[in-house]
C-alpha cells in the first residue's frame, strides 16, 4: 500500500525557514514525479512546486518562485521542500502527492499524503 508521509510543519514567524520532507513507501518512488500542494481554509488546494523523476527538472507556482526549492534523494524515497522567508499568506497545509508525471492541477496526482500545517504568524 502506498504512503506519502509529510513532516516538518509548524508555527513560525514571518521571515523564518523551514524544510518540509516527505518519505514514500509502497511505490517505485524514483519513477514517480513528486509534487507539493498547499490548501488554506476555504480556498482551493493549489500547485506549489513539482520535481520530476531524476530530478532534473522542477516547477513552481507563482507565489513562492525564489523562496521555495523542491529537491528529491531516490535512495532515501524521500522528497523535499525547503521554504525561506515564509509569510503570513503561505499559511496552510501542505501535502505532497505522487505522479506517474509532472503536473500543476491536483486532479493528476495519484497519490497523496495527509499533510502537515505551516502557520506563519506576521
Known amino acids: 500500500q502506498v504512503q506519502l508521509v509529510e513532516s516538518g510543519g509548524g508555527l513560525v514567524q514571518s521571515g523564518a525557514s523551514l524544510r518540509l520532507s516527505c518519505a514514500a513507501s509502497g511505490l517505485p518512488f524514483s519513477r514517480y514525479a513528486m509534487g507539493w500542494f498547499r490548501q488554506a481554509p476555504g480556498k482551493e488546494r493549489t500547485f506549489v512546486a513539482g520535481?520530476?523523476?531524476?530530478?532534473?527538472?522542477?516547477d513552481y507556482g507563482d507565489s513562492v518562485k525564489g523562496r521555495f526549492t523542491i529537491s528529491r534523494d531516490n535512495a532515501k524515497n524521500t522528497v523535499y521542500l525547503q521554504m525561506i522567508s515564509l509569510e503570513p499568506e503561505d499559511t496552510a497545509t501542505y501535502y505532497c502527492?505522487?505522479?506517474?508525471?509532472?503536473?500543476?492541477?491536483?486532479?493528476?496526482?495519484?497519490?497523496w499524503g495527509q499533510g502537515t500545517q505551516v502557520t506563519v504568524s506576521s
Open positions: 520535481i520530476s523523476q531524476s530530478g532534473g527538472s522542477s
Open positions: 502527492a505522487a505522479n506517474t508525471f509532472l503536473h500543476r492541477l491536483p486532479g493528476a496526482y495519484r497519490y
